[in-house]
């Protein structure tokens, strides 16, 4: 069934709405006949009323709207559509009857009408018309389905590398606060450790694990203090579980900073270390015991042993050498740390030979006359070494004196502690920081220049609606805010299009369609595309193409977007009035074309990441030139794509630079186009181009100097009589529509000049009906082409005219 007036927000799946008004029912119906075969859901309504309640409930792909309705005009409707943001892009297709008047055309494209159709309208037409924008809201819609599921997908690959390091280093507590102490992470062996659920701990102070007597010390204050005044704070104390029992923590709290210094928040990861604790509690213990009076020998000596009991339990190096530093005892965990066996002798190595080389001055110097001095002890971060495979790892070292009851050194003990995977976690948490970091500054930087990119075109188009819906505003004003409009229109189109291609290409989606071409097609076709930025700018141009041939096997459009987008580049980063030469050269099998500019040049720095995605050299500057940084990024992965490569060099800022892209050429000779017939055929013709178009003149300069030939310009009929006169050129292309002097009375002033007879004259305009033909012919035109040239025309033309010239008798044919 057909929906007729429906207010629900619902549609079928798959399916596209379309809104057809029109007050006449019988209409209605006709259409809905002729637009069935769609199988999309047809909303009709008899109103424009009905119409902007219908475009406020839902999505349209497309409104096909009567003209002449009896409360509201289908111009009104579409004018108040138009000022709802919902519906400022929806396609509008207007039906009228014939006869309609013709003002009414200009009055539905000026509202932003996509098409203006007469009753009848041809079903197959419309059905075929009305596709293309169900075609084109699905493709859009899609776009925006894969935009969102790869920005998903890289959320997925982040989150799951942090969660497998966290996941890995379950003996490791991991807790993540604001900066106020406020838990907000809860990871690791969080929950094993302290007894703490993770729902429960979050939110919280992270202070409810420490003591109360620290916590009345003020002891997680200072721990966050020095965490964010020096870096790191050590967390070597009691904690509490939440069950009340205490533990006794190893770890550090680091702080966590953005890329610009400023504080976010704080991490802490520690372990529980409450065995090790203990038993360098109990052998500290000791030094009592070991200290006591000759007389009391042996209850030290029993100590000792109990000493070496506990000592067997640790998994940490124990280890006890006399007051001569030589070793005497290493527990069994402390032998495995060494690389020592089980039954190895341990009396030959001095305390500073279990360290590693850069490390045993530092033993024999600092660490032994602390421990044998007024303190009796040292402790710090070393680098233990390992007798089986002389490798190193680092160590948590504590030696302390054992002392009779005199006072006097007796003996030397010491706990060591591996700490490499301590050390790990504290490297991976730090990557993690830097990554989050990192990620977040691309997202905020891309996000804000997309912005910028896309408000830069969407305010001047908006200011244009505004000046359009002045019905007092002259028709010269609109012209100019058409235009204005088309060209920001445009660079909006551009951006998203290089989106697109870059996203292709990372999908693996593009396919290239190769064919035969050679290097100076490539070149004036490129030309032709960037010369309107170039004349912006008003740069100069220099060609540099060789004579002899080079064929390539290209993707041709692929490649004119690479020579484009570097010429582009070029302009964009060239103050105005610079210099630019394009070359193209054979070297050994490859065609090398460069750009190179006058502009401001690249830092050292910057050409590391001249080709990454994102990435624009200079970001200040690039704000004022505009881009999202994905043009070198393209240009690379095209020029990969076809077996080749580019490459960059500058001198540095304000040295210009030049680009080079290198590509296979094909085998064999690429052979020159054919003449139309034998003769012999000068280097190089003399071409006039008048044109009161600038760039179209100038665009069109540059392609036929590309193709060898010597040009001059004039931008009216006057001036271009004069460069004739002067210049004798074998070719002429005149405009037809230029003021003062049009290009008709251009032609018949060159024919009635004898010095300029034998000039071949091209008509070059917009009017290509058999009426213009005619009176171009009549004008004393050769040849009459329209707008855009085509390159196969303008290579005929060419070709002809080189003919000409050798039998200077003979006309363009």
Request: charged share 25%.
């Amino acid at each position: 069934m057909i929906d007729q007036n429906s207010q629900s927000e619902s549609k079928p799946k798959g399916k596209i709405n379309i809104l057809l008004v029109d007050d006449q029912s019988a209409n209605l119906t006709v259409l809905e006949a002729v637009l069935a075969d769609l199988d999309e859901v047809l909303v009709s309504v008899t109103s424009g009323e009905l119409a902007l309640r219908e475009l406020l409930s839902r999505d349209f792909a497309v409104v096909l709207m009567d003209v002449h309705m009896p409360t509201m005009s289908g111009f009104e409707a579409a004018a108040l559509i138009r000022s709802h943001p919902r519906a400022r892009t929806l396609p509008i297709i207007f039906l009228t009857a014939a006869g309609d008047d013709p003002c009414h055309v200009e009055q539905a494209y000026a509202l932003g009408a996509v098409d203006y159709l007469t009753k009848p309208v041809s079903p197959v037409i419309l059905r075929a018309k009305v596709a293309v924008f169900i075609d084109l809201y699905r493709k859009t819609a899609e776009i925006a389905l894969h935009a969102q599921a790869s920005h998903l997908e890289a959320l997925r690959t982040r989150d799951e590398r942090i969660r497998l390091i966290l996941d890995n280093t379950r003996d490791y507590a991991f807790i993540g606060t604001d900066t106020d102490g406020i838990v907000t992470e809860w990871e690791g062996g969080a929950e094993t450790i302290t007894g703490w659920f993770a729902a429960k701990a979050c939110s919280q102070p992270s202070a409810v694990i420490f003591t109360p007597e620290d916590r009345a010390a003020g002891v997680p204050e200072h721990e966050m203090r020095l965490a964010r005044d020096t870096g790191r704070a050590d967390d070597k104390r009691w904690h509490v579980r939440r069950d009340g029992t205490r533990f006794f923590a190893d770890g550090v709290m680091v702080p966590l900073r953005d890329e610009s210094e400023r504080l976010r928040g704080y991490a802490k990861i520690f372990r529980d270390a409450t065995p090790e604790r203990l038993a360098a509690e109990q052998l500290e213990a000791s030094e009592q015991q070991l200290g006591e009076s000759r007389q009391r020998s042996q209850r030290a000596e029993e100590g000792m042993r109990r000493l070496a009991a506990v000592a067997a339990q640790s998994s940490d190096f124990i280890g006890i050498a006399g007051s001569d530093a030589r070793t005497s005892y290493v527990n069994p965990a402390g032998r495995r740390l060494a690389g020592l066996a089980p039954d190895a002798s341990v009396g030959e190595y001095g305390i500073s030979d279990f360290f590693a080389p850069e490390c045993r001055a530092f033993v024999e110097q600092v660490v032994l006359p602390a421990v044998r001095g007024a303190e009796g002890r040292w402790e710090g971060e070393l680098r233990m070494r390992n007798f089986e495979n002389d490798a190193t790892l680092p160590v948590y070292y504590k030696g302390f004196a054992v002392c009779d009851d005199e006072g006097r050194n007796i003996a030397l003990a010491s706990i060591t502690r591996d700490i490499t995977a301590q050390k790990q976690a504290e490297n991976d948490l730090r990557l993690v920081a830097a990554d989050l970091a990192e990620a977040d500054r691309r997202k905020s930087e891309f996000l804000a220049t997309l912005a910028h990119e896309l408000r830069n075109p969407l305010a001047p188009i908006r200011t244009g609606l505004d000046l359009i819906r002045m019905s007092s505003a002259p028709p010269q004003s609109m012209s100019k805010v058409h235009e204005m409009m088309d060209r920001q229109l445009g660079h909006l189109i551009h951006l998203v299009n290089d989106l697109l291609d870059v996203a292709r290409i990372t999908r693996g989606k593009i396919e290239l369609k190769r064919e035969a071409s050679d290097v100076a097609t490539l070149v004036a076709m490129a030309i032709e595309t960037s010369m309107a930025a170039l004349n912006a700018g008003g740069h100069s141009l220099s060609v540099e193409v060789a004579g002899e041939a080079l064929p390539l096997d290209v993707d041709v459009t692929r490649i004119v977007q690479v020579l484009s987008n570097l010429l582009n580049n070029a302009a964009k980063y060239t103050p105005a009035g610079g210099r630019i030469v394009l070359r193209a050269v054979r070297e050994c099998d490859d065609a090398i074309l460069s750009v190179h500019d006058s502009g401001v040049g690249i830092s050292q720095e910057d050409m590391g990441t001249l080709f990454d995605m994102f990435t624009q050299v200079g970001r200040n500057l690039d704000r004022s030139q505009g881009g999202l940084g994905i043009g070198l990024s393209l240009v690379r992965r095209l020029v990969e794509l076809h077996g080749g490569s580019v490459s960059a060099v500058s001198d540095g800022r304000d040295q210009g630079s030049t680009f080079t892209v290198r590509l296979p050429l094909r085998s064999g000779v690429l052979a020159p186009p054919p003449l139309p017939c034998a003769g012999a055929v000068p280097a190089a013709l003399r071409v006039l181009v008048v044109d009161d178009n600038v760039d179209a003149g100038n665009s069109l300069a540059a392609l036929l100097q590309a193709l060898g030939h010597s040009t001059d310009v004039a931008a009216d009929g006057e001036q271009g009589l004069l460069l004739a006169s002067r210049r004798k050129p074998h070719l002429a292309f005149l405009d037809i529509g230029m003021p003062g002097m049009s290009g008709h009375q251009l032609a018949r002033a060159m024919r009635a000049t004898p010095a300029l007879d034998g000039v071949l004259l091209v008509a070059l305009t917009g009017w290509g009906a058999r009426a213009d033909v005619v009176m171009s012919q009549q004008a004393g035109f050769d040849r009459h082409l329209t707008k855009p040239v085509d390159i196969a025309a303008l290579n005929s033309v060419l070709a002809a005219a080189a003919i000409a010239t050798a039998t200077p008798a003979r006309r363009l044919p």
